[in-house]
Every structure is written in structure tokens, then in C-alpha cells.
């Protein structure tokens, strides 16, 4: 059988459903949608969506794990922010087709 263009590379499938994994969790769809609209802390993300602040830490890494924020250091504090904006797309779509459904 021919390789066609259709065709996904196993590492780019793994990918693929990894982040599909990683927006399937609510939590993360909040901190996310929060961090497309504006740059936050890890307290500053608890105290906006009402979590625990380990919670975030939490869920912060994991995202960070899978390439879809990074962060800077402000003195003593980290910010976090999208690592670009193809989640942004990918989530907002999925948020308007709620909507629309």
C-alpha cells in the first residue's frame, strides 16, 4: 500500500491525541481559556476561577508538559501565558461549536 498525504506520521498522531487528552479536562479548559485572554499567576488563576492554588500547580504542569503554555519569571513570581495560538483556535472552535449545539 502507497504512503499517501492523508497519511499521519505515528509521532505526529501521538501528539495530536495528546492534546485532544489534555483539552478533554475541564479544569485545563478553564486555565486555558482564562490564559488566551490575559497573562496570569498560578494565584492569580485560583483566585479568578476558585481553586485550589495546588490544583492549578497541578494542572499547570501537565499543560506545560504538553507544550500548550510557558512561562516567565517576574522576581519571585512565574506568569503564565499560551505557548501559541493553534490551541487558542482548536479551543475556541470546540467552545463555539458547544454553543451552537
Known amino acids: 500500500m502507497s504512503n499517501h498525504n492523508y497519511d499521519l506520521h505515528e ?7 495528546q ?7 475541564p479544569t485545563r479548559v478553564r486555565i486555558l ?3 488566551f485572554h490575559k497573562e496570569c499567576s498560578v494565584n492569580e ?3 479568578t476561577l476558585g481553586l485550589q492554588q495546588s490544583t492549578v500547580s497541578h494542572q499547570l504542569r501537565y499543560l506545560k508538559q504538553q507544550r500548550l503554555i510557558k512561562c516567565r519569571r ?9 505557548e501559541d495560538h493553534h490551541i487558542f483556535h482548536l479551543l475556541n472552535q470546540a ?5 451552537h449545539i
Not at 11 to 17: A, H, Q, S
Open 45 to 47: 488563576i485560583a483566585k
Open 11 to 17: 509521532e505526529t498522531l501521538d501528539k495530536t491525541t
Open 19 to 25: 492534546t485532544f487528552k489534555a483539552l478533554s479536562d
Open 74 to 82: 517576574h522576581k519571585t513570581t512565574l506568569y503564565y501565558s499560551p
Open 95 to 99: 467552545i463555539e461549536h458547544a454553543k
Open 33 to 35: 481559556h482564562l490564559l
